[in-house]
């Protein structure tokens, strides 16, 4: 079964510091990945996906996110953090399905609380 | 602004009631997905709906059930509401199912 975790519930750093936010993943067949941001009281808002191509992808708001097959991860950065990017962040990957193949449902991980402090 | 709209923002319901939740998809967008956010679950995917027609499902309880709309519009119906039930629920739509999802502001839903 398709699985995404993300290993810390919260990451602290400074403002101007480069930040990560882990996420690993376990799918069959090709991962389709994204990471999206909530803050409090809103919707989910979309930052980035990987579907293929460069390993590297770029995203809204200066975040973007390492492709490591190898690893089976998928971890956002970004190089000098905002105390406005502090939120909740979530890893998702497309469901697959041994019938249709991909799905349109999307797997969440449990999500990363972002803290930038000034 | 996503262009997902979802009606009403909060709904304050007692146990074994019914209720339902209007999610408007962004314009273009053929696909209707609805989530349920709690903190014990988590984000859970309940159902997707593509152009009227059930795409996919989740962990859907029997007691819930939705549909999609001529216009494309969705509804999430609940009904023999539990204490459990409460949850922040978020319908999304993409143009496919290949592509992103854009979420709406979503609907708090408390059962008392």
Redesign the interface.
Known sequence: AQSVAQPEDQVNVAEGNPLTVKCTYSVSGNP?L?W?VQYPN?????LL?Y?TGDNLVKGSYGFEAEFNKSQTSFHLKKPSALVSDSALY?CAV??W?HGSG??????????TTLQVKP | D?G?TQTPKHLITATGQRVTLRCSPRSGDL?V?W?QQSLDQ??Q?LI?Y?NGEE??K?NILERFSAQQFPDLHSELNLSSLELGDSALY?C?S?L???N???????TRLTVL
């Open positions: 389709y994204f999206y809103r919707g989910l808002q979309f996906k579907i979530f497309r469901d399905d991909n799905t349109g449902k999307l797997i969440f991980g449990q999500g | 996503s997902v696909s997905y989530y988590g984000l995917f997707q593509y795409r996919a989740g978020f999304a993409s496919g199912g290949y992103e999802q854009f979420f709406g502001p979503g």
